[in-house]
């Protein structure tokens, strides 16, 4: 057998995107910032010039954390009736609360797939 780093992951990618790490060795750091992305990994070299997570994890974050925080808020209002000022004061921590570590979570992960199935930009086949 070679010694040789392998070209694809090893590492779990839903364990190495949501705690961040590289999706090929699942140890080097995938991020250098909160949502920034490092240029490559400190450990196993990988180049993360590929990554390309776009507007997905924001829109998943936006799916959940409102279906969650909505459905909240029409229950407290039914149940309670309290003034706008105690509305602001519940969801808008909570809101930040639940969306900032859910999208560095969600961006990990969708980078880790996107490197585990080899994604990429379409291309038109020209098939013979």
């Known amino acids: 057998m070679s010694e040789q780093q392998p070209d694809r992951a090893l590492a779990d990618p839903t364990r190495a995107g949501i705690l961040g790490r590289c999706p090929r060795c699942g140890e080097g750091k995938l991020f250098a910032g909160f949502l920034t992305v490092a240029p490559r990994c400190s450990n196993c070299d990988l180049d993360f010039a590929f990554i390309d997570s776009g507007d997905g994890p924001a829109v998943f974050v936006i799916l959940i954390i409102g279906f969650v925080v909505c459905g909240l808020a029409l229950w407290v209002e039914v149940s ?3 003034p706008l000022w105690v509305h602001l004061v519940l ?6 609360a639940l969306a ?12 880790a797939l996107q490197y585990k199935h080899r994604a990429a930009e379409g291309r038109l086949d020209h098939g013979e």
Do not use: D, T, V, Y
């Open 80 to 82: 309670f009736n309290p």
């Open 91 to 96: 969801w808008l921590p909570l809101i930040l």
């Open 100 to 111: 900032l570590p859910l999208l560095r979570a969600l961006k990990g992960l969708m980078i």
